[in-house]
């Protein structure tokens, strides 16, 4: 299984784009690549998955270089209901969670 | 369409009893995973059920058991409780085991809140 590696924590300003680092070295040829965000006692939320390049939708981007041993979850403009916990996933079943990035956003 | 659901939402035990939870993974999903999560840590991994079979562990001691019913829904076990194991206990349901139409895409329910006093 992939290890990844976050930023414990990150601060922003409403407005602002914030991009979230993951780390995944041990990525392997088959491994997908999956981010949730977690408000406090709710369980996890899906945000966005990918395989490679870049990948959009209505509430992130995730950009993955070519050797795929990171990725890079964009929020554009945060909101104050963007503060929440980020997890980001590799792996293709037994899907284990790190322990995420604490994103505070402020007015 | 309903989603992930657990109960019972909160629970208060007492050390040494023991406790059964339930999920019911959203209709058409096959795969019910259970995760322990902590205050302050992300969720750690317990079980992985698909088509009724155990097909992957994490690293939690004998006392913690699952099982999963030929409906797909499942429950988690848990004897001689510890204090330790106070936890919000998440349940969530994938189409899939494996990556063979792309990851294991999951969906969490809101979770089992236990108490052990």
């Known amino acids: 299984l992939a290890k990844t590696t976050q930023p414990i924590s990150m601060d922003s300003y409403e407005g602002q784009e914030v991009n979230i680092t993951c780390s995944h070295n041990?990525?392997?040829?088959?491994?997908?690549i999956t981010w949730y965000q977690q408000f406090p006692s709710q369980g996890p939320r899906f945000i966005i998955q990918g395989y490679k390049t870049k990948v959009t939708n209505e509430v992130a981007s995730l950009f993955i270089p070519a050797d795929r041993k990171s990725s890079t979850l964009s929020l554009p403009r945060v909101s104050l209901s963007d503060t929440a916990v980020y997890y980001c996933?590799?792996?293709?079943?037994?899907?284990?969670f790190g322990a995420g990035t604490r994103l505070t956003v402020k007015p | 369409d309903a989603g992930v659901t657990q109960s019972p939402t909160h629970l208060i035990k007492t050390r040494g009893q023991q406790v059964t939870l339930r999920c019911s993974p959203i209709?058409?999903?096959?795969?019910v995973s259970w995760y322990q999560q902590v205050l302050g840590q992300g969720p750690q991994f317990i079980f992985q059920y698909y088509e009724k079979e155990e097909r992957g562990r994490g690293n939690f001691p004998d006392r913690f058991s699952a099982r999963q019913f030929p409906n797909y829904s499942s429950e988690l076990n848990v004897n001689a409780l510890l204090l330790g194991d106070s936890a919000l206990y998440l349940c969530a349901s994938s189409v899939a085991r494996d990556g063979s139409s792309g990851a294991n895409v999951l969906t969490f329910g809101a979770g089992s809140r236990l108490t052990v006093l």
């Open positions: 209709s058409g999903h096959k795969s």
């Open positions: 996933l590799v792996g293709v079943r037994d899907m284990r």
């Open positions: 041990n990525i392997a040829t088959n491994d997908y």
